[in-house]
């Protein structure tokens, strides 16, 4: 069965700290790893990840895979209030379907 | 402008009832997704479709019934045998269902009294 787990559920920290978030996935024919900032209702795209090693970078975060181990974790440096929100990791699965981890949800305290 | 557009934002229905979630896309995407977000749950795949007259069932489609008759819209059924339908509810859309990113639209939030 298809699974994608992400570490932690949750994270407190202070603005200015960097962060980083972990998604770990069991998939059939694996084809690409996305990465998704949920603030108020609809997701937002981060990055799509398809090859091993090479980082994406937007601004202040960061995001590689490492297909061999099966994970991908996404940086957030020098964090900013603006930064909370949920991180949602997802994968494409072998029907093609997306399958999403349960989430880390971000708190940047002031 | 092109995107996804979910209709309504907030929708309250009897216990017992049926009721139809709305999306349209204007995008020309092949794929579209219906998923539900409870708290601390993630995003749970209901249905998804690959291209028109096509869907294939998801984790949780028990309760649930979809159509793909235009390209543009996948309208979700919340049926009366949907035990726990108080939810969040997410249509996405992407140009296949491979390596191509999925937009969002903003979401129903369904409450079932």
């Known amino acids: 069965e298809d699974k994608v787990v992400q570490s932690p559920l949750s994270l407190v920290v202070h603005e200015g700290d960097t962060v980083t978030l972990n998604c770990s996935y069991e998939v059939t024919n694996f084809r690409s790893l996305l990465w998704y900032k949920q603030e108020k209702k609809a997701p937002t795209f981060l990055f799509m990840l398809t090859s091993s090693g090479i980082e994406k970078k937007s601004g202040r975060l960061s995001s590689i895979l490492d297909k061999k181990e099966l994970f991908s974790i996404l940086n957030i440096t020098a964090t900013q209030t603006g930064d909370s929100a949920v991180y949602l990791c997802a994968v494409v699965g072998s029907q093609g379907n997306l399958i999403f981890g349960k989430g880390t949800k971000l708190s940047v305290k002031p | 402008d092109g995107g996804i557009t979910q209709s309504p934002k907030y929708l309250f229905r009897k216990e017992g009832q049926n009721v139809t979630l709305s999306c349209e896309q204007n995008?020309?995407?092949?794929?579209m997704y219906w998923y539900r977000q409870d708290p601390g749950q993630g995003l749970r795949l209901i249905y998804y479709?690959?291209?028109?007259?096509?869907?294939q069932k998801g984790d949780i489609a028990e309760g649930y019934s979809v159509s793909r008759e235009k390209k543009e819209s996948f309208p979700l059924t919340v049926t009366s045998a949907q035990k726990n339908p108080t939810a969040f509810y997410l249509c996405?859309?992407?140009?296949?269902?491979?390596?191509?990113?999925?937009?969002f639209g903003q979401g129903t939030r369904l409450t079932v009294v």
């Open positions: 995008l020309n995407h092949d794929a």
């Open positions: 996405a859309s992407s140009i296949t269902t491979a390596n191509t990113e999925a937009f």
């Open positions: 479709s690959q291209i028109v007259n096509d869907f």
